[in-house]
Every structure is written in structure tokens, then in C-alpha cells.
């Protein structure tokens, strides 16, 4: 198994823009399974929001792309192919089932 220096965190937004963090997830796979979708409970429903977020840290995210369309969310994420965090296919992945959000 692989330890992860990154995470993901999923917000749902309300009608003014502001989130409420409904899941956090390390794998673009449980990403995609289980956090694309809107929960219960979780005030806000009139927006998703997606941060990546360095493990152990208190700086800014590294990258925010919200609904609808994420924009920038393919270029953003690029680097990590490179550190190893994320693959070409992981990436693809995601932007399809975030075009599906849409």
C-alpha cells in the first residue's frame, strides 16, 4: 500500500458559495466511488467543491476547482503525475466522472 503525502476534500456549497466539508478521501478511486456524490446531512446542495490538500499541513490548499465545471482541474493536477501521486489515467478518471457532476 502506498502512503499518501495528498488527500482530497469534498465540500458542498450552499447558495452563497460557502462549503461544508462532506468527505475526505486519499484515492481518486474512493474519490470517484464515494465522494462524487451529494450526502445527506450535509447542508448545502446547490454546489460541489473538490480541494487538494498536502497531508500534515496548514498551508493553503493546493489546488480548489468547484462546480460547474472545474476549470483547470486536468492542468492543475499534471504535476503530480510526476512526484507519483496521481497517474495519467487517475486524472482522466476524475475529469470524466467531474464532466458527469456537471
Excluded at 33 to 43: F, H, I, N, Q, S
Excluded at 69 to 76: A, K, L, P, R, S
Excluded at 77 to 101: F, M, P, R
Aim: a negative charge; charged letters at 20%; aromatic letters at 8%.
Amino acid at each position: 500500500m502506498k502512503f499518501r503525502k495528498i488527500y482530497w476534500v469534498t465540500e458542498q456549497l450552499d447558495e452563497a458559495g460557502n462549503g461544508r466539508v462532506s468527505g475526505v478521501y486519499t484515492s481518486v478511486a474512493d474519490l470517484i466511488g464515494r465522494g462524487m456524490a451529494m450526502k445527506e446531512g450535509v447542508p448545502g446542495a446547490q454546489g460541489f467543491r473538490l480541494s487538494l490538500v498536502q497531508l500534515d499541513s496548514t498551508r493553503p490548499p493546493l489546488g480548489v476547482w468547484s462546480s460547474p465545471g472545474f476549470d483547470g482541474i486536468e492542468h492543475g493536477l499534471q504535476e503530480y503525475v510526476g512526484t507519483g501521486e496521481l497517474t495519467g489515467t487517475e486524472i482522466e478518471n476524475l475529469c470524466e466522472a467531474l464532466s458527469s457532476k456537471v
